[in-house]
T-cell receptor, first 115, second 113 residues
Framework: ETGVTQSPTHLIKTRGQQVTLRCSSQ?????VSWYQQALGQGPQFIFQ???????GRGNFPPRFSGLQFPNYSSELNVNALELDDSALYLC????FGQGAKNIQYFGAGTRLSVL | KNEVEQSPQNLTAQEGEFITINCSYS?????LHWLQQHPGGGIVSLFM???GKKKHGRLIATINIQEKHSSLHITASHPRDSAVYIC???????????????FGTGTLLAVQP
């Protein structure tokens, strides 16, 4: 049990729709990262939020956007869904700062299927 | 060339066997993570190490920073060890290690009874 929860666990959407995925970080963590994991691949970094600001972004188009809230929960939004967006989406929380160990704690993921 | 490479990609073992999974990386790092992913997706962090060796139960992780290589060993393997094992390194920038992880593609381990 990592203390990081994601919802929903599974989701089916059709091409062109929009989706919002949610992540609740472990208590005390101020950083959340989102990853996309296609079938048979390792996770790919989408972006990271630190204290409610985007703090780094991977090679993903602007239709992937995010939010981090004051309670450090987070959302990943994807607009204009494409078939290739079908994947497992993972969030990971950590505490970044002086003395922090930089260990990331992962949620169980949301499996998104785009039809 | 991927920054993080793992071998083997697939591994089948008999219960009780000693297992080794290897990870090589091409950039300087401050630490390396070993992660376990079970079917269904959830990822669990097993180790974060920056030098030498760490042990947790039947799992042992070693790293050689100079050779840019790490190994994960499982002693007395059990069917419940069946999972994907992933190594990951933090992306480095001018400020040092970031919280962004770069992942290998994973090693799928199946331990048969």
């Amino acid at each position: 049990e990592t203390g990081v929860t994601q919802s929903p666990t599974h989701l089916i959407k059709t091409r062109g729709q929009q989706v919002t995925l949610r992540c609740s970080s472990q208590s005390g963590h101020n950083t959340v990262s989102w990853y996309q994991q296609a079938l048979g691949q390792g996770p790919q970094f989408i972006f990271q939020y630190y204290r409610e600001e985007e703090n780094g972004r991977g090679n993903f188009p602007p239709r992937f956007s995010g939010l981090q809230f004051p309670n450090y929960s987070s959302e990943l939004n994807v607009n204009a869904l494409e078939l290739d967006d079908s994947a497992l989406y993972l969030c990971a929380s950590s505490k970044f700062g002086q003395g922090a160990k930089n260990i990331q704690y992962f949620g169980a993921g949301t499996r998104l299927s785009v039809l | 060339k991927n920054e993080v490479e793992q071998s083997p990609q697939n591994l089948t073992a008999q219960e009780g066997e000693f297992i080794t999974i290897n990870c090589s990386y091409s950039v300087g790092i401050s630490a390396l993570h070993w992660l376990q992913q079970h079917p269904g997706g959830g990822i669990v962090s097993l180790f974060m190490l920056s030098s030498g060796k760490k042990k947790h139960g039947r799992l042992i992780a070693t790293i050689n920073i100079q050779e840019k290589h790490s190994s994960l060993h499982i002693t007395a393997s059990h069917p419940r060890d069946s999972a994907v094992y992933i190594c990951a390194i933090p992306q480095m920038n001018y400020g040092g290690a970031t919280n962004k992880l770069i992942f290998g593609t994973g090693t799928l381990l199946a331990v048969q009874p």
